[in-house]
């Protein structure tokens, strides 16, 4: 069975750094485009970033662009969310997410905006002030 498996959440001061990883087993990343979601206590889940399969494009939401770096490693089987600057907004549980892309999906797809297929069980992120 497919399974995405996010590592590398934790505590961390305000303004630092953390980088999480994600490795899917029972499946490779070839076809798939990847990224993050997040969800903070009382809050609604929230799209983070996402790279595309095909062209290596990134999206960014904009509460984290320029502060966080999406990055994907085919050889090997694993995405990257690289955070910097955190801030206690930055709480919440982070999760890895994967869409298969189908004929020419890859190109046109806004994955700001688009359905994910295969969801890992996500990774505590806390931010502390």
């Known amino acids: 069975q497919v399974q995405l498996v996010e590592s590398g959440g934790g505590l961390v001061q305000a303004g630092g750094s953390l980088r999480l990883s994600c490795t899917a087993s029972?499946?490779?990343?070839?076809?798939?485009?990847m990224g993050w979601f997040r969800q903070a206590p009382g809050k609604e889940r929230e799209f983070v970033a996402a790279?595309?399969?095909?062209?290596?494009?990134?999206y960014y939401a904009d509460s984290v662009k320029g502060r966080f770096t999406i990055s994907r490693d085919n050889a090997k089987n694993t995405v990257y969310l690289q955070m910097n600057s955190l801030n206690p907004e930055d709480t919440a549980v982070y999760y890895c997410?994967?869409?298969?892309?189908?004929?020419?999906?890859?190109?046109?797809?806004?994955?700001?905006?688009?359905?994910?297929?295969?969801w890992g069980q996500g990774t505590q992120v806390t931010v502390s002030s």
């Open positions: 029972g499946r490779t990343l070839s076809g798939y485009s």
């Open positions: 790279i595309n399969y095909g062209l290596g494009r990134t």
């Open positions: 997410v994967g869409r298969r892309e189908v004929g020419s999906s890859y190109y046109y797809t806004d994955l700001r905006w688009a359905t994910y297929d295969y």
